[in-house]
């Protein structure tokens, strides 16, 4: 199992990540290029916004590496 998972253009190293939304983002704004994204919360104040399959493979693969990859 790797430590890294594809989000966007990103590969990012799964013991960053702090928390996902549930939900996607929405605020209305005209010019909001994250509208639809799910925002994924990494240590050190970043974010990284992914699509709902990218959402649910990195919460997969969360859940794989905390059960000890079984």
């Known amino acids: 199992m790797s430590i890294f ?3 966007d253009d990103k ?3 799964l013991y960053r990540v702090l928390w996902v939304s549930a939900t996607p983002h929405f605020c209305g704004e005209a010019e909001c290029q994250c ?8 240590e050190g104040g970043e974010s990284v ?22």
């Open 5 to 7: 998972c594809r989000i």
């Open 11 to 13: 590969h990012v190293p």
């Open 35 to 42: 509208e639809g994204l799910h925002e994924i919360a990494l």
């Open 49 to 70: 916004w992914g699509q709902f399959d990218e959402k649910e493979r990195l919460l997969q693969m969360i859940e794989e590496w905390q059960s000890g990859g079984e």
